[in-house]
């Protein structure tokens, strides 16, 4: 049922997205998030290749679009990328990743130091900086835990994506904004289908 739902949500995106304009590097860069969406919600260590597409497609259009207070969660990702390959290399089997909890408190604690965070990424005159900031803040949490295996990066990642979509939109970056809608959804879907097998 699971597979099923990503595939649903993988294909619908993709036509809707043909139906938008956009330049060579918004298609590839969309198509490249979608597979990404995909291979990172099975748990797949090939989340790696489309994931670097994507990472470099949204840093030169976010750039191009002067969204630069989002930028530096896109550079983390582009680090943490390889860090959760290793982790997903070294921790999965024929049924994907295995997924780890966090304590409440550990939780909390990593939370609080993402909103912390959020203060170091405010670019004066940037577009949409506050918003901005507090997605690159959350984020980088986010996938730290993620590439940690921690079944709470999808809790952040929700409200990240939220973030994402809405600033994404009124910076008329429509087509790239489904990317982290997808994310939004798979999140969903991931957070209700996914068992956390070790504590």
């Not at 997205?17 to 298609?27: A, K, R, S």
């Not at 940037?126 to 999808?154: C, H, K, T």
Request: net charge positive.
């Amino acid at each position: 049922m699971k597979n099923k739902l990503l595939m649903i949500s993988l294909v619908a995106s993709i036509i809707v997205g043909l139906f938008l304009h956009d330049t060579y590097l918004g298609t590839i860069t969309m198509l490249a998030g979608f597979t990404n969406v995909y291979l990172t919600t099975k748990g797949s260590k090939w989340f790696i290749i489309p994931d670097l597409i994507w990472i470099s497609g949204m840093i030169i259009s976010l750039i191009l679009k002067g969204v630069i207070s989002d930028i530096p969660l896109y550079i983390f990702y582009l680090i943490i990328a390889f860090w959760q390959y290793r982790e997903f290399n070294k921790n999965s089997d024929k049924n994907g990743v295995k997924w780890r909890n966090l304590s409440d408190a550990r939780f909390a604690l990593m939370l609080s130091f993402g909103i912390i965070l959020t203060l170091l990424f405010i670019v004066p005159n940037s577009n949409f900086a506050i918003l901005g900031a507090l997605a690159s803040g959350l984020g980088i949490i986010g996938s730290m835990l993620l590439a940690n295996r921690y079944y709470q990066a999808e809790i952040i990642y929700f409200f990240v994506n939220s973030l994402q979509v809405y600033i994404y939109v009124c910076s008329d970056l429509v087509q790239l904004s489904l990317i982290p809608l997808m994310f939004w959804i798979n999140t969903i879907i991931f957070l209700i289908y996914n068992r956390v097998d070790e504590k």
